[in-house]
Every structure is written in C-alpha cells, then in structure tokens.
C-alpha cells in the first residue's frame, strides 16, 4: 500500500458520525405520507449524501416540479429533529475514541456535511463536540454539492492542508465520488447501505470509526 502522510481527516456527519441517515429514511416515509405519495428506494438511495440542492433536483425527476418539495423536506427534518430531542442522538461507534487520538497526534480535523449549517451546529453541540474541529463546512456553503468535489476543497482550504494529505470518511457513494474528485483519499464506512457502484474509487473500506486509528498508523509510520 502506498504511503500517504495524513494531516487532515475529513468526516461526513449523517451516517458517519451520527446514526441519522435510518431516522431520515424514516422521515421522508412519513413526510410523503402525507403529502399522498410514496417515497421510492431509488429515490433514497440517489440523494443520499447531496445538500438540499441536489435533494430538490433528484425529488423532481421522481416526482414532478407540482409537488411542495420544501415543504415535505421540511416535515422530514421535523421528524427527525423530534426524534432526536426525545431519544438523544445516536453516535455510531469508534467517534470519540478517533477524534481523541487525533487530538493526541495533532491531526487537523473537519466535517464537511451536506446538512445546512444551523442544523450541523445542533448535532453537533448536542454531543458537545462542535469545537473539537479545526473546520467545519456545510451544504448551505458551497454552489455545488456533492458528488462534486466543493465542500471538501473547501474543508482542506479552511485548515491550510494539501488534498494528497487528507482522508475522507464517507459512508455515501456522492461522498465517495466528491473525495475523489477532490484527489483525496476516500475511506468507505458503511452504513445502511453499502454503495457497491463506487468500489473501485474507494481507498480503504472500514466496519467502523474505530478502524480508522490503524489505516492512520500504517499510513503515518515513518
């Protein structure tokens, strides 16, 4: 394996740091309910990883422009912001162990997250670990979402850091595509789904957080 020194981590949050991306499934379920319409798995499977955007342009090619997409996405976030406050918010495994040795060796980190900004800052508050990150880039920030390459540009911009020197932990195949893209190192962290259709872009593949801290050993071993 090629040798890559590793002085930014890149993390997406939705399905990647935080157990949502189930809850928002959920969501969208029960907003299209009640707007009469179903949500398709295929529509699920496109958007995911893509700011609001990207979301209201794959929705149309489903559903037609005569729908209220906002106002459904809007009863999405809804369901998902009440499950959260009533059941606290879901932290996958390995997060506060990575972002410890991180800290311990000195190494930049930054989220670069679909979600819009003021909701980015809630989840990221609600576990008290907002200010932990050298940067912290979102959906609402850059003109083009993922699958393209802006946000985490954007992210190795903001901390001063060279792309062949940052690893990005995505569960998404868009994420997947965009950290490509952006020439830096794509680390696959599944999570409901696994996006076989990007396996030749992917650096390494991981079952969890925790799996991280070995890929960062071996990588920065002198």
């Known amino acids: 394996m090629k040798k890559h020194k590793i002085s ?5 949050m939705d399905g990647l740091m ?10 969208w379920h029960e907003a299209g309910k009640a707007f009469g319409i179903e949500i398709k798995p295929e529509f699920m499977r496109d958007v995911v990883g893509m700011n609001v955007k990207g979301i209201e342009k794959v929705f149309q090619r489903y559903y037609g422009s005569s729908l209220p997409f906002y106002d459904i996405r809007n009863l999405r976030v809804r369901y998902v912001l009440d499950y959260i ?12 162990e990575l972002l410890d040795y991180l ?19 809630k989840y990221l508050n609600a576990v008290g670990i907002k200010e932990r990150f050298n940067a912290i880039v979102c959906g609402d920030e850059v003109e083009y979402g993922k699958p393209q390459p802006d946000i985490f540009i954007e992210a ?4 001063g850091s060279k792309a062949e020197e940052c690893i990005v ?3 998404s195949a868009n994420g997947i595509k965009a950290a ?19 396996e030749k872009l992917v650096y390494r593949e991981l079952k969890s957080l ?13």
Do not use: Q
Request: hydrophobic share 40%; glycine share 8%.
């Open 169 to 171: 932990l995505e569960d």
């Open 210 to 222: 925790h799996d991280v801290i070995g890929l960062l050993e071996s990588l920065n071993e002198n």
């Open 156 to 159: 190795a911009k903001r901390t």
């Open 8 to 12: 930014l981590v890149i993390f997406d």
């Open 85 to 96: 406050d009533k059941n606290g918010m879901p932290v996958k495994p390995g997060l506060f």
């Open 18 to 27: 935080f157990d949502t991306e189930r809850i928002g499934v959920e969501g």
């Open 103 to 121: 800290d311990n060796k000195g190494i930049k980190k930054a989220v670069a997250t679909s979600t819009e900004r003021a909701r980015a800052e």
């Open 180 to 198: 490509s893209k952006a020439k830096m190192l794509p680390v696959l962290v599944p999570d409901i789904r696994r996006p076989d259709e990007v």
